[in-house]
Nanobody, 127 residues
Framework: QVQLVQSGGGLVQAGGSLRLSCAAS???????MGWFRQAPGKEREFVAH????????YYADSVKGRFAISRDNAKSTVYLQMNSLKSEDTAVYYC?????????????????????WGQGTQVTIAS
């Protein structure tokens, strides 16, 4: 069992930056990780994915060049650095984990590829 606890988020002006963190506990940090987001009235959408050794990273086209996913396995934590934020980035952001032995849909992983989810954190961009 893996528990994911998110931190970060909040309210920022358009063009600003935020960093989200997701700390994993319960087992060795041997999972691939992803970030998803869900805006009101919309389906949960893929944002970014990182493999266990950071060798494979995928981004949604909408965030490519602005967001960066990274991880620190020594701290069992994954990060999402979000720059040049836009109003359309407003959503609840979720981190997710999947066993490294499980297949994921590439290059755009699906929410049902992942087994564990964080509690979600609100990100609001003021225009």
């Amino acid at each position: 069992q893996v528990q994911l606890v998110q931190s970060g988020g909040g309210l920022v002006q358009a063009g600003g930056s935020l960093r989200l963190s997701c700390a994993a506990s319960g087992r060795t940090f041997s999972y691939a990780m992803g970030w998803f987001r869900q805006a009101p009235g919309k389906e949960r959408e893929f944002v970014a994915h990182i493999s266990r050794n950071s060798g494979r990273i995928y981004y949604a086209d909408s965030v490519k060049g602005r967001f960066a996913i990274s991880r620190d396995n020594a701290k069992s934590t994954v990060y999402l650095q979000m720059n040049s934020l836009k109003s359309e980035d407003t959503a609840v952001y979720y981190c997710a984990a999947v066993s490294t032995t499980a297949p994921i849909t590439v290059p755009r992983p699906r929410a049902d590829d992942y087994d564990y989810w964080g509690q979600g954190t609100q990100v609001t961009i003021a225009s």
